[in-house]
């Protein structure tokens, strides 16, 4: 188990910048989800903590210690890989016990870790074959095995995932969390499933382009995007966003028919101010075309989910998903009206993307946004 | 596009069966000269039906080329530069694909321009590097000035000198060194993930480590491959062990050939040279027979 520190770090290939300062820090046997899009950094972030890349500036420390220019081997990592990288040649046990070997670990020692470590991941009557022979879920139990072996201070998980059917996924996905509970070490995982980061983390760290958006428990991030990425990122169906502008009045004005009120719009000063505004589908209710205070949409089509429904509406050009729980029997081209309590309105800058919050009653008033 | 009508079946088997005669008629020629006596062999046309000499022309043969030393003489060459090529190469990649050095990808096609250079095109100045195998660097010292500072401080003349005519490291390791080999290898572990690369450096094994535990078990079709194409290759070497062996003690099978061969006014006993040549060619053929299994995988590579 170790804490580990990530003071600015970035990461450069040539002028190509691929990580932009990254500060974070993971407390002793945290289990950490990095979340975010192909190419936003993540593995790299990742493959930087597990010694395979340079870091370009920055300082990454584990239990205190910089690791800049340490070794691998030496940082106390175990790393489980997307294709699972096992060795073709060599029998499970071996594969399993490699790490051991080049350390130097007597023969029968080595055979009595390797037997402890399969039993973990229910893998005994497999020992002498080999990972051609075994099955997907085999194959990423064996990485896994590979990495607990070690009795590593720090896990890493690239996608380990990522290969799976979506059955086996959801099966090593408890796997994974019951290990955790029952190692402790302290775990990052990078995925671009929110399903899966939502599960598994105690907290996500949610990236794009290089950058972290947000750091924070699932709820939180779920329930307070810390920016329209993060809204647009987590959660599905995807958080419907409405590009518009502040009336006087304090009300969100998408188009002519279209308004909803904001709480304290006035006194955040936002009057003016071009905002987007999001809110989920599962927020989102359906009522009939022309309720007072909704907004009126069309069916465009209806997702049937066997739990729930998602109904995709069409205002005028921008779609927006209504999760319902109800079986409903709407034809596309229906006239529905949308009706959305204020308390479940996010509302981010349009400008910098960031999240506005509301100022809770007796707060004080958040700085300024109008100089 | 691949066809299928019984004529065009039939067409392609004609055409195969063609190809097998044309390979195989000189072979039969030379199995059948062997086994008739002298005057048989002579007569025009030769009858193809075999005689009963065979024994007698392959005993005369051996004796006669002094094959038995000269075998030896041949797979101990014919090993050794095919080991060498084997190690060299393996080695050679190994450097080009897994790091990261200054002239990296320049000494990878330096390498493979080498392939048009065979050795016969460079036989002269690799005759000179035998005869002397430090004379590179004595004309580094010379030129670079030296060894007339050494002369003028110490008065001791440097001339270094390490002739290798006439020896086995002078038969083989010129012909040690293999383009094609290195582009082999190189090939096949460009193949190899570099995930694979990375678990083993997470699972604390050094470069070295690596070479071993990994990249040599898993390139053993290619080794194999390799070792029989450079085992035929080098054994039949003729021109390389002429020149550089004067010695008879050091001599070869194939070079042994001539000896056999009858002169203009000698006589014209084609029997026993055709018995020599079957004896020369059975252990090349040996090989690829015994290695033709995991010759065809190392050279195909698909094993994931």
């Known amino acids: 188990m170790a804490s580990i520190g990530i003071r600015s770090v970035r990461k450069a290939y040539q002028k190509n910048a691929v990580v932009h300062g990254v500060d974070l820090d993971i407390a002793s046997g945290e289990f950490i989800v990095i979340l975010g899009p192909s190419g936003c950094g993540k593995s790299t972030l990742l493959r930087m903590i597990a010694g395979l890349e340079e870091i370009s500036a920055g300082e990454i420390s584990i239990d205190g210690v910089v690791v800049n220019n340490i070794e691998p081997r030496e940082r106390g990592c175990a790393m489980v890989f997307q294709n699972y990288a096992l060795y073709p040649h060599m029998s499970v046990a071996d594969n399993i016990g490699y790490a051991l070997k080049v350390a130097g670990v007597p023969k029968e020692e080595r055979r009595r870790r390797v037997e402890a470590t399969a039993k973990i991941v229910a893998l005994e009557s497999f020992l002498d074959r080999r990972p051609m022979a075994l099955s997907g879920g085999q194959r990423q139990r064996v990485a896994m095995a590979r990495a607990i072996v070690r009795e590593p201070k720090v896990f890493l998980f690239d996608e380990p995932l990522s290969n799976l059917d979506a059955k086996l996924r959801v099966a090593m996905r408890a796997e994974i969390r019951r290990l955790h509970r029952r190692l402790g070490a302290t775990s990052i995982f990078v995925t671009h499933d929110q399903v899966e980061a939502m599960t598994l983390g105690d907290r996500l760290v949610v990236m794009n382009a290089g950058r972290v958006e947000q750091v924070g428990a699932p709820a939180e991030v779920y329930n307070r995007p810390a920016s329209r990425f993060v809204a647009s ?4 169906p ?8 502040i009336d006087r009045h304090g009300v969100f004005v998408y188009d002519e028919e279209r308004r909803v009120a904001v709480p304290d719009a006035v006194e955040n000063r936002l009057v003016g101010h071009k905002v987007t505004l999001g809110v989920r589908a599962e ?3 359906l009522v009939e075309a022309g309720t007072s205070g909704s907004l009126p949409a069309t069916v465009d089509f209806v997702e049937e989910l066997g739990a729930g429904r998602v109904v995709h509406t069409d205002l005028d050009g921008l779609s927006f998903a209504v999760a319902v729980t109800e079986p409903v029997a709407l ?4 006239a529905v009206g949308i009706a959305i309590d204020p308390a ?16 809770p009653a007796g707060a004080q008033v ?5 100089p | 596009m691949v066809e299928r009508t019984p004529i065009f079946d039939a067409i392609c088997q004609v055409i195969l069966l063609i190809g097998l005669i044309v390979a195989l008629l000189p072979f039969a020629i030379v199995i059948i000269a062997a086994t008739h006596d002298i005057r048989t062999v002579n007569i025009v046309p030769m009858p193809l039906m075999p005689g009963h000499d065979l024994m007698a022309n392959l005993h005369e043969a051996w004796v006669r080329a002094d094959l038995a030393s000269k075998l030896l003489n041949s797979i101990l060459f014919a ?9 060299l190469s393996a080695m050679a990649a190994f450097s080009i694909v897994y790091f990261r050095f200054p002239g990296r990808s320049l000494l990878f096609w330096a390498i493979f321009i080498t392939l048009m250079l065979p050795l016969e095109v460079r036989i002269v100045p690799t005759y000179a590097v035998a005869a002397n195998a430090l004379a590179p660097f004595q004309a580094i010292l010379d030129v670079t000035g030296i060894t007339w500072l050494i002369r003028t401080v110490s008065g001791f003349q440097v001339s270094l000198q390490w002739g290798l005519l006439n020896s086995y490291p002078g038969l083989v390791l010129p012909l040690v060194a293999t383009a094609t080999g290195t582009f082999l290898y190189r090939q096949f572990f460009l193949t190899i993930p570099d995930e694979l690369a990375e678990a083993a450096k997470m699972d604390g094994s050094g470069p070295v480590r690596f070479f071993f535990d990994m990249l040599l078990p898993l390139s053993r079709p290619n080794m194999i491959a390799l070792f029989t194409i450079m085992f035929v290759w080098a054994w039949n070497q003729y021109l390389w062990p002429l020149l550089v062996t004067t010695d008879p003690k050091f001599g070869i099978a194939v070079t042994q050939l001539k000896l056999l061969i009858p002169s203009e006014f000698g006589l014209p006993d084609w029997n026993v040279a055709m018995a020599g040549t ?7 053929l040996i090989v690829v027979i015994l290695m033709q299994r995991w010759f065809v995988r190392g050279l195909i590579s698909t094993e994931k």
Not at chain 1, 238 to 245: C, F, K, P, S
């Open chain 1, 238 to 245: 995807a958080m419907n966003l409405m590009e518009g502008t």
């Open chain 1, 331 to 334: 034809l596309p081209g229906t």
């Open chain 1, 344 to 359: 479940d309105i996010h509302l981010f800058s349009s400008e910098t993307g960031l999240r506005i919050d509301a100022a």
């Open chain 1, 233 to 236: 990122f987590v959660g599905s």
């Open chain 2, 278 to 284: 079957l004896i020369i060619m059975a252990p090349p």
């Open chain 2, 79 to 87: 090993v050794s530069v095919a080991a060498g090529k084997v190690i």
């Open chain 1, 366 to 370: 958040e700085p300024p946004l109008v």
């Open chain 1, 283 to 285: 927020a989102a209710r």
